[in-house]
């Protein structure tokens, strides 16, 4: 691909789409052009995909159709702006991808690596990013700077536990995945953090 793919995780409350808006702010400024998604969502069929997943009535929802779900929403998305983008040499960045489901799928659900990977590899055929950017910083961290969960959001009620193993299964991709996951100290100031993701994107030749 003539195009370069960066991505973004971290656990809830990290300042994930703080850092993504002082991303944007710095490319602006410096003439770099790049296009903004995030999943779940992103394209009129995945946005629609992320409504059934985020709804908080779904109590039904079983962890397998949800894991399926975000696979769904990804190829749509893959397929309908990702890929025809990184063919035209754009630089795109994209809010979440599939370290989530790993993350919070695989590890956090429990439904295992082998099952994620599965039904990813059958949906994107393994098509990795060039540069994810993993925003370190512990639930507990996260959640103090945050002031607690949003009662409406089906995934944020699942409890500290969960957001537990999120990070955990984080710290399992960043380490098995040192050539694409960078990981960034994100427990300073929100600047200082920006001036990592810079350095890290600089380092990759992203930027
Ligand atoms: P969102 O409100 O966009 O959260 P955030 O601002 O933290 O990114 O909701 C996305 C939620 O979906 C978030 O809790 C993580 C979860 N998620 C998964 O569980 N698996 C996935 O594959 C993806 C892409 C997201």
Do not use: W
């Not at 850092?19 to 790049?34: F, P, V």
């Not at 989530?100 to 659900?109: I, N, V």
């Not at 040192?178 to 350095?199: C, F, L, N, Y």
């Amino acid at each position: 691909m003539k195009g370069k793919f960066v991505t973004f995780e971290g656990c809830e409350g990290v300042g994930k789409s703080k850092q993504i808006h002082l991303l944007e702010e710095y490319l602006k400024a410096n003439g770099i052009k790049y296009f903004l998604t995030r999943e779940p969502g992103g394209t009129p069929v995945s946005e629609q995909i992320r409504k059934v997943i985020l709804d908080g009535s779904n109590t039904s929802m079983t962890d397998e159709c949800e894991a399926m779900l975000y696979a769904s929403a990804r190829i749509q998305l893959l397929k309908e702006e990702i890929k025809p983008r990184l063919e035209r040499g754009e630089l795109v960045l994209c809010d979440r991808y599939i370290d989530s489901s790993f993350a919070y799928q695989a590890f956090a659900r429990g439904l295992g690596e082998e099952f994620v990977a599965n039904i990813n590899s059958f949906a994107i055929q393994n098509f990795e990013p060039d540069c994810t950017l993993f925003l370190n910083l512990s639930p507990k961290e996260a959640f103090k700077r945050k002031g607690g969960v949003d009662k409406n959001d089906r995934l944020e009620l699942s409890g500290f536990d969960f957001h537990e193993r999120v990070y955990k299964g984080y710290l399992t991709l960043a380490e098995k995945n040192p050539h694409r996951i960078v990981s960034i100290d994100a427990s300073g100031s929100k600047e200082q953090t920006h001036a990592k993701i810079i350095s890290a994107l600089k380092d990759k030749g992203i930027i």
